[in-house]
């Protein structure tokens, strides 16, 4: 009899072993279709939604769509966010969220991480945050790069925070239906004001 469960977990090693990158306890891959089951889990946690509810996704098609476009930017840019897995141990293979650098408004590299609830408060965030910093710089060091951060989203602040980007800007979260939210806007040098503008519209 077919064992889903090993069955699932020998795929996920696999998708290790095809990793593009590997960083310290983590293997960096670039996102195929297959991820999109995995991603709708982490993204339908409530507890994700908890600090920045735009982050939620509603279904398993807008995870689909949205990982289309994840994998577009790969295809046009060289680089993109990684979907992010467990490299060592029993756990090799499971999927510790989505992050890194990708291409924005034709202006910058965006540094932006979602992390499976499960593995906060242990240091993901910095290892993805070095080795996409460290990929964009050395694709296209002419371009900054930045952070998007909702205001209220505290765990992501203090992560973008100390990776070394400062605060740029702060302002109304024009993709937010709550009238009130903010955003902030972090870089890792000074930007013009079109640049904001572009970054933030």
């Known amino acids: ?20 990158s590997l960083s310290g306890r983590l293997a960096l891959c670039s996102p195929t279709p297959d991820d999109a089951d995995e991603l709708y ?9 908890e600090a920045d509810p735009m982050l939620a996704h509603p279904s398993i098609a807008y995870t689909r769509a949205v990982l289309q476009r994840r994998i577009a930017e790969w295809h046009e840019h060289g680089q993109g966010l990684w979907v992010v897995r467990h490299l060592h141990g029993s756990s090799a293979g499971e999927l510790v969220g989505i992050g890194g650098c990708n291409f924005w408004a034709n202006t910058a590299w965006n540094l932006s991480f979602s992390l499976h609830p499960q593995g906060w408060g242990r240091g993901y965030a910095q290892e993805i945050a070095a080795a996409g910093m460290e990929q964009a ?6 371009l900054p790069i930045t952070a998007v951060v909702a205001t209220r989203n505290t765990r992501s602040r203090k992560a973008v925070e100390r990776a070394g980007l400062h605060q740029v800007w702060q302002g109304q979260d024009n993709h937010d239906p709550d009238p009130t939210a903010t955003m902030l806007l972090y870089a890792d040098r000074s930007l013009s004001k079109d640049q904001i503008q572009a970054l933030t519209r």
């Open 1 to 20: 009899m077919f064992d889903e469960a090993a069955g699932a977990k020998s795929t996920a090693r696999s998708r290790v072993q095809s990793a593009q």
């Open 41 to 49: 889990s982490m993204y339908s946690d409530p507890r994700l939604a």
């Open 137 to 142: 710089r050395a694709l296209r060091p002419d």
